[in-house]
């Protein structure tokens, strides 16, 4: 018999585990094995533990899970170096401004807001266009699903961190352009 009331591996107290070790594992597929034998002797033993069907349905998604962050990550670094580059070309390109700006008597502020605004309007642009084909994307992948979870506030949090992040990136460099003395970058004329 299989499963014994004296097996002290086997306990229906609910203080007790369910679970097998390895040895016990082996000695039992060994009484199946046995069994089954009895029962049908021309039918090969094929058997499989069904939390490795269920982990090898899933197998695909979690590849593709790891290999979208992956991804993911990259894009983002990508990003915040052509960011770091326009933003740096801006500031570049608009030195005399600024320079002209501070000797007329602009603030620190002021030149900051300037150099800043039409960057995050762009990028605040360019997320409030993305976030309908982003949803429909996202949706559409999980309605694969029979159980799925629907999108809810925290899909909106990119669109929110996106125009932080580029305000942070942009006004840092904008700041550093408006604390440069004046006559540096008015010298050439």
């Not at 082996?26 to 533990?49: H, M």
Request: charged share 15%.
């Amino acid at each position: 018999m299989l499963f014994q009331e004296n097996d002290p591996t086997y306990k229906l107290d609910s203080y007790y585990s369910l679970r097998l070790t390895s040895n016990n594992l082996t000695e039992k597929l060994a009484d199946v094995e046995s069994s089954y034998k009895q029962a049908y002797p021309n039918d090969p033993f094929d058997y499989y533990f069904i939390d490795d069907y269920f982990n090898a349905q899933y197998e695909a998604d979690v590849r593709f899970g790891k290999l979208f962050s992956v991804f993911s990550m990259l894009t983002v670094f990508i990003a915040l170096l052509g960011l770091v580059g326009l933003g740096l070309h801006t500031v570049n390109i608009r030195m005399k401004e600024i320079g002209i700006r501070k000797v007329l008597g602009a603030s620190v502020g002021s030149i900051v807001a300037i150099l800043t605004k039409n960057t995050v309007v762009l990028v605040g642009l360019s997320c409030l266009l993305s976030l309908p084909l982003a949803y429909w994307a996202a949706d559409n992948w999980l309605s694969s699903y029979a159980f799925r979870i629907e999108l809810n506030v925290f899909f909106l949090l990119p669109v929110l961190i996106v125009p932080v992040v580029v305000l942070t990136t942009v006004g840092i460099l904008s700041y550093k352009a408006a604390n440069v003395n004046p006559t540096n970058t008015l010298r050439d004329e």
